[in-house]
């Protein structure tokens, strides 16, 4: 083994952990989907949470001094922060797992990133600080991103090396599920408190229940995902350098085409994702004055839409290719944005139309867009290679989503959400028809 290697993998830490998780057989796909769909769930919730406070909390909280939808814009400009600090987290937690291990990387930012989460939890509002109580929330908010950078833990690549040839779709999806099981959480906990407590009560303290939840959830996170990066056979394919974290630089150098083209592919996806998620809570409670638990439990019975959706991806791939059907889900997701954005203004049905129809074609694209990102690498770089692309595209087709899509909508209407999405949808089919290469091995 390689003094590098041997650096990366001797910290006591990590050394314990082995000899606890030892196995005399290789790690099945199915234990491996535990702990990713564990990890991801618990890396979403804290994601919602914050995106859901972002409509119902800080715009009252964090900004009064200024009208409902400033305050809300100022909101989601904060929310952006995570995905623009995400990269930089990447950068500085490869180090760390090149000279530390994984395990004390993945310690190290999944404390970071619940201890963010849960230090929101006592931020005093703009009554008690004045405008530091925005700095303290740009902070913390900036340091759930690193976090999420530092959070990457390489599972989805070893469930596709350990899948079945025949069923490398389905495997494929199984980080997307925790995204919409996430957010039927998040949901499910802003709607109790919201039905159950005076609106006052609801901004003094119910809020912020949500957010201590989310670092109990991280420790267990933790632990389920440390039970498979702490195995012989995990590190046996990490010495073999198919998941060995290489060089942030060296990876962008020598494989940059493919980051930029990887990042663009799910483009489609990861732009609806904001857009059935976070933009139509906001535009309800500020153009349509409805109650937010309604919409609220309109967003779970989405979630579970979702949730099943995402599941028939895995089984259509695996029939026609993750390549058609990302392709057949961009243009899907462009013949949507023509129309379904103006039914947010016809009322309940025309929002449970838009939510379900959105949710569907959410989770046919989305659920397939880990594969894309992961399967055009090589092996040395393919760690490395996939964290980078996940955050750029994650910046680029979701990080500023909410606020572009609000003030589209405020000013133009909602028609221009529409082209909004658009836009991501042709970037999704010129992606894949431009890197021929790529789509050879995502086929």
């Not at 849960?118 to 703009?126: K, T, V």
């Not at 949507?336 to 947010?344: E, I, K, M, R, T």
Request: proline share 4%; charged share 15%; hydrophobic share 55%.
């Amino acid at each position: 083994m390689s003094a590098e290697l041997t650096a990366s993998s001797s910290t006591p830490l990590e050394r314990d952990a082995r000899l606890v998780n030892a196995r005399e057989h290789r790690i099945a796909p199915g234990e491996i989907a535990i702990g990713v769909i564990i990890g991801r769930t618990s890396e979403f919730f804290d994601f919602f949470v914050y995106a859901i406070a972002s409509v119902l909390v800080f715009p009252s909280l964090i900004f009064p001094y200024v009208d409902a939808l400033t305050g809300t814009m100022y909101s989601f400009a904060l929310f952006a922060l995570a995905f623009i600090a995400r990269p930089i987290g990447t950068f500085g937690f490869m180090a760390i797992d090149r000279r530390h291990g994984r395990g004390v990387k993945l310690t190290i930012a999944l404390f970071l990133l619940g201890g963010s989460t849960m230090a929101i939890a006592f931020l005093p509002g703009y009554a008690q600080i004045g405008t530091a109580a925005a700095v303290l929330l740009a902070i913390f908010r900036a340091a759930q991103g690193i976090a999420l950078g530092g959070a990457w833990d390489g599972l989805p690549s070893l469930l596709s090396l350990n899948a079945p040839e025949n069923k490398r779709g389905w495997y494929a999806m199984v980080p997307q599920l925790g995204a919409p099981l996430g957010l039927l959480v998040a949901s499910g906990l802003f709607a109790f408190f919201m039905a159950t407590l005076s609106r006052a009560d609801f901004l003094d303290w119910g809020w912020r229940y949500p957010f201590f939840v989310a670092f109990a959830i991280n420790v267990v996170a933790l632990f389920a995902r440390l039970r498979i990066v702490a195995t012989p056979e995990f590190q046996r394919l990490f010495e073999t350098r198919d998941l060995q974290p290489a060089p942030v630089g060296e990876t962008l150098r020598e494989e940059g085409r493919t980051v930029v083209l990887g990042a663009f592919a799910p483009l489609a996806s990861f732009a609806l994702f904001h857009l059935v998620t976070v933009f139509p809570l906001s535009w309800v409670v500020l153009f349509n004055r409805e109650q937010p638990t309604d919409f609220l439990l309109i967003e779970m019975l989405g979630a579970v839409f979702g949730v099943l959706a995402i599941l028939a991806s895995g089984m259509i791939a695996d029939r026609v290719g993750r390549r058609t059907l990302l392709g057949t889900s961009a243009a899907l997701i462009a013949a949507y944005s023509g129309f379904a954005p103006q039914l947010l203004d016809n009322g309940g049905w025309g929002e449970l139309s838009y939510m379900i129809l959105g949710f569907v074609l959410l989770g046919l694209a989305f659920g397939q867009s880990s594969g894309a990102v992961n399967s055009g690498f090589s092996a040395m770089r393919r760690y490395t290679g996939a964290a980078i692309t996940s955050d750029l595209a994650w910046l680029i087709g979701a990080g500023f989503a909410p606020l572009a899509a609000l003030l589209l909508a405020a000013h133009f209407g909602l028609l221009s959400v529409g082209f909004y999405l658009l836009s991501g949808a042709i970037c999704t089919l010129a992606a894949l028809g431009i890197n021929k290469e790529l789509a050879k091995r995502i086929e």
